[in-house]
C-alpha cells in the first residue's frame, strides 16, 4: 500500500493542506518547528485512530479553530481506498470514515492503513523503560490481529480490577475468594498476550538477521521475563498459578499484580551486546530504525501489504555511511515518507518527491 494524497484543515499548524504524495522515498524538509512532523502524525492519526505525540486530540486543532480534519487517499493493489479522520471539540467527538463508511470501533481502524512510524522518541525504546518496549509489540501486533488488539484491552482492564479487589482485601472491605475467578482472566489473556509476543520477537529476529543485517549492524531481540521458566501454554500456566498460590500476601500488601505480561521486557543486543548499556547513542539509534523496519517487513508479510514507513528526523545523529546503510534498505519497501532539517542530510538518496516546509506551508519541489 502506498499513499496517493494527504489533504488537512486546521490540524496542528496548517489551515488547510492538500499533496500529492508518490511510491518510493518523499522527503519534507525545513527548519525546525514548521510543521515536518505534523504531517507525520496526520498519517499517524489516521491509521491507528490516535497520536504518537499526545493523548488529547484538541491539541491537534490549529489554534483558534474547534475542529480538525485529515483525508487520506491509498492505493493498494491498484485500487484506491479513502480514509478520513473529524474531530470536533465542541462534542468531544471524533468521527473516523474508511471509503465514506464512517466506522464505529477502533479496532476496525487498526491495520487497515499499515504504518510503520520511526520518530526520535522511539530510542526510548532502547534505553527507557520496560514499557516502551512493551508498546513497540504491543502497537505492532495490534495491526496485524485484531484478536490481539481486543485482548490486550481485555488484559488491562482485568489487571485493573484484580489490582482494585487486591486493594479492597487489604483494607478488608472483600473476600479473598473473589478473586478466583479474576486470576483465572488474568491468566488466560495474559498467556494468549504472551505467546503472541513470543512469536513475534523470534519472526522479527528472522527479519533482522535475513533482511537488515550486515558485518557491522547485527541486532537481535530476546523475550525477557523473570516469571516463567518457559514460553509453553503448559508451563506459563502453571507458573501464574504457583505465583498466585505463592505471592498472593505479596500482591494483597502492594494491591498489584505482580505477573503477567505487563510486567514483561524485551532485551535489545546491537552485535551481540546489550544495547541498553554498551551502545553508543548513534548505534542505539541505528538498533531502533532497525526494529522499525523489522516491523514493518513482517508486516508485509503477515498482512501481505506493505506498510507506509513514517520516518520523523531519520537523519538526526546519524552520519553519511550509517545513513547509507540504512538508506539502502529502503528498497524492502513500497513508500517511505522522510522528515528531515536539511535536503542534503540526504545525500545519495534518490526521492521520489520533496517538498519544502515553512511555517504551515509545503511547497512541492
Same mark, same amino acid.
Given at each position: ?28 524538509? @525545513? +527548519?525546525?518547528?514548521? @510543521? ?38 491509498? *492505493?493498494?493493489?491498484?485500487? +484506491?481506498?479513502?480514509?478520513?479522520? #473529524? ?33 526520535? +522518541? ?15 509489540? $504491543? $502497537? ?6 485484531? #484478536? ?9 482492564? #482485568? ?28 491468566? %488466560? ?10 512469536? =513475534?520477537?523470534? +519472526? ?9 543485517? !550486515? ?6 531481540? =530476546? ?22 498460590? &505463592? ?5 494483597? &500488601? ?9 510486567? $514483561? ?5 546491537? %552485535? ?8 553508543? #547513542?548513534?548505534?542505539?539509534?541505528? =538498533? ?7 516491523? @514493518? ?10 506498510? *507506509?514507513?513514517?520516518? $520523523?528526523?531519520?537523519? !538526526?545523529?546519524?552520519?553519511?555511511? %550509517?545513513? @547509507? ?26 526521492? =521520489? ?5 515553512? &511555517? ?6
Amino acid at each position: 500500500m502506498y499513499l496517493k494524497s494527504v489533504e488537512l484543515a486546521n490540524f496542528r499548524n496548517y489551515d488547510t493542506l492538500k499533496i500529492k504524495l508518490s511510491p518510493g522515498i518523499n522527503v519534507f524538509y @525545513g +527548519e525546525n518547528g514548521t @510543521g515536518k512532523t505534523n504531517v507525520i502524525e496526520s498519517i499517524y492519526c489516521t491509521a491507528l485512530g490516535r497520536s504518537f505525540r499526545s493523548f488529547e486530540d484538541t491539541v491537534m486543532i490549529k489554534h483558534g479553530k474547534t475542529a480538525f480534519s485529515i483525508a487520506l487517499n491509498a *492505493v493498494e493493489n491498484d485500487i +484506491e481506498r479513502d480514509f478520513s479522520v #473529524e474531530y470536533d471539540s465542541a462534542i468531544r467527538k471524533k468521527k473516523v470514515m474508511i471509503n465514506g463508511n464512517r466506522v464505529a470501533r477502533l479496532s476496525q481502524v487498526v491495520g487497515k492503513l499499515p504504518v510503520v512510524l520511526f520518530s526520535p +522518541e522511539n530510542i526510548m525504546m532502547i534505553k527507557g523503560e520496560p514499557s516502551q518496549r512493551r508498546r513497540f509489540l $504491543d $502497537d505492532m501486533l495490534s495491526q496485524f490481529e485484531e #484478536e490481539y488488539f481486543l485482548t490486550l484491552g481485555k488484559y488491562q482492564k #482485568e489487571v485493573s480490577h484484580r489490582n482494585y479487589l487486591l486493594k479492597g482485601i487489604r483494607e478488608g472491605r472483600i473476600k479473598r475468594e473473589n478473586l478466583s475467578v479474576w486470576n483465572e482472566q488474568v491468566m %488466560n489473556n495474559g498467556i494468549r498476550i504472551i505467546m503472541s509476543r513470543v512469536r =513475534a520477537v523470534e +519472526e522479527l529476529n528472522a527479519m533482522l538477521e535475513e533482511e537488515l543485517a !550486515s558485518d557491522k549492524f547485527r541486532v537481535r531481540l =530476546a523475550y525477557s521475563s523473570k516469571y516463567y521458566s518457559a514460553f509453553d501454554e503448559i508451563s506459563l500456566r502453571n507458573n501464574f498459578l504457583e505465583h498466585f498460590s &505463592a505471592r498472593i500476601e505479596d500482591e494483597i &500488601a502492594r494491591a498489584t499484580t505482580l505477573i503477567g505480561p505487563h510486567r $514483561d521486557d524485551l532485551e535489545i543486543f546491537y %552485535n551481540d551486546m546489550e544495547a541498553k548499556n554498551f551502545a553508543s #547513542e548513534g548505534q542505539q539509534r541505528i =538498533a531502533a530504525i532497525l526494529m522499525k523496519l523489522s516491523e @514493518g517487513l513482517l508486516m508485509k508479510k503477515k498482512k501481505g501489504s506493505f506498510p *507506509v514507513v513514517l520516518l $520523523d528526523d531519520f537523519s !538526526s545523529e546519524l552520519d553519511e555511511p %550509517n545513513r @547509507g546503510f540504512i538508506g539502502k534498505k529502503f528498497s524492502l519497501f513500497k513508500q517511505i515518507i522522510i522528515t528531515t532539517t536539511y535536503r542534503e542530510n540526504l545525500k545519495g538518496f534518490s526521492p =521520489a518527491r520533496e517538498f519544502e516546509v515553512s &511555517a504551515g506551508r509545503v511547497e512541492p519541489k
